[in-house]
């Protein structure tokens, strides 16, 4: 199946602000690249294109570090991916892994994020799914309680 992946995001500011954007797929799937990336980041101001510099992270993600100048950009992008539609494979006995236990090629995966609050959410993950027998299904339970709620609900994490 063929999809058509893009965006298209406006960020006003009031000065010149330093980003880092992560909006494309993974390089890891540009085998399935139908049609080339064609990122732009145009200034909101005067339309004049925003120097752009590309890198890769840890994660093999391709980044775009620039500066937002004052007024704010657009960000756009409209390419097609190919894929086979079916649903990602997954094992509905795995188990969870005590921290201490994990390989050190995933510790990474794990750390608290500095976008997330964890001292702050770790009652509230721990009171909505901590009754869960652990492993697969405690995993998918919050997968679709995060799948359900709107990134702009202020209520994301209180308890329903």
Partial sequence: MDIRVGYRV?????QAVPGILLLDPHPGRQADFLSEPNP?????ADGSEVP???YTDGF???CRRL????GGAIFTN??????????DQFDQTAAEIWPPDLPPNVIEYILPS???EVDELSATAWGLFGSFAPGWNRVQRICNYVNGKRCSDRTFFAAD
Avoid: W
Wanted: hydrophobic letters at 40%; aromatic letters at 4%; one cysteine or more.
């Fill in 10 to 14: 406006e960020i006003s500011t009031i």
């Fill in 40 to 44: 732009r980041a145009v200034s909101i």
């Fill in 52 to 54: 752009v510099e590309e």
């Fill in 60 to 62: 093999g993600n391709l």
């Fill in 67 to 70: 500066v937002i100048p004052a």
């Fill in 78 to 87: 409209d390419m097609v991916v190919r894929d086979s539609g079916l649903p």
């Fill in 114 to 116: 500095r976008y997330c």
